[in-house]
């Protein structure tokens, strides 16, 4: 019945590395984001997809690269990790119109040995 | 750009005292706003919202005004719990666009 799920829960692994995180959502909802927060607990947007297209892509390097297979999946594959990339990755949903809140899934915390 | 600055933490109180945390926002247009709450090893949970000036937001004994002449949606609640200490996030969103977070504020509540 979870709304937002997102595996692993944790990951670790070594520098170099080429991991992926999965998300799916079954609220019917057709945006999904990826935020990261790092070890002081700050949420920064890294992406956005509505109906499977990009809307959104701050300055992420490249070695992140997100994939939505279908609105309800939104999975998030990191090539070369560096220690820096060590934090929680949430993943989220909305229906994507002003005002709607976000539902966020548990989290994956990623550390980088 | 748009941001969102909330008071900094942690900020520690007694079962049944008085909680304010203070968020205050920059923004064109009109944002709507939100209070998010994350308890340990969790993700983040929806509080309340408001997505119009004046519109008063309330959940669980907690409540947030929208005030858009001081652009601020501080977070009020009469009597504080145990339960309730935990990380909480003031927040903005526009157009249906991505969050953007204070830097959050953590409550420890002692009995």
């Known amino acids: 019945d979870t709304a937002v799920s997102q595996t692993p829960k944790y990951l670790v692994t070594q520098m170099g590395n080429d991991k992926s995180i999965k998300c799916e959502q079954n609220?019917?909802?057709?945006?999904m984001y990826w935020y990261k927060q790092d070890s002081k607990k700050f949420l920064k947007i890294m992406f956005s997809?509505?109906?499977?297209?990009?809307?959104i892509n701050e300055t992420v390097p490249n070695r992140f690269s997100p994939k939505s297979p279908d609105k309800a999946h939104l999975n998030l594959h990191i090539n070369s990790l560096e220690l820096g990339d060590s934090a929680v990755y949430f993943c989220?949903?909305?229906?994507?119109?002003?005002?709607?809140?976000?539902?966020f899934g548990d989290g994956t915390r990623l550390s980088i040995l | 750009g748009n941001s969102v600055t909330q008071m900094e933490g942690p900020v520690t109180l007694s079962e049944e005292a008085f909680l304010t945390i203070n968020c205050t926002y920059t923004a064109t247009g009109y944002p709507s706003l939100f209070w998010y709450v994350q308890y340990p090893g969790e993700g983040l949970q929806l509080l309340l919202k408001a997505t119009k000036a004046d519109d008063k937001g309330s959940n669980k004994g907690f409540e947030a005004t929208y005030r858009k002449e001081t652009t601020s949606f501080h977070l009020e609640k009469g009597s504080v719990q145990v339960s309730d200490s935990a990380v909480y996030f003031c927040a903005l969103e526009q157009a249906g666009t991505a969050l953007i977070f204070g830097k959050g504020t953590t409550l420890s509540v002692s009995s």
């Open positions: 997809y509505n109906n499977k297209e990009l809307i």
């Open positions: 989220a949903s909305s229906q994507g119109r002003a005002g709607q809140p976000q539902h």
């Open positions: 609220l019917g909802h057709d945006t």
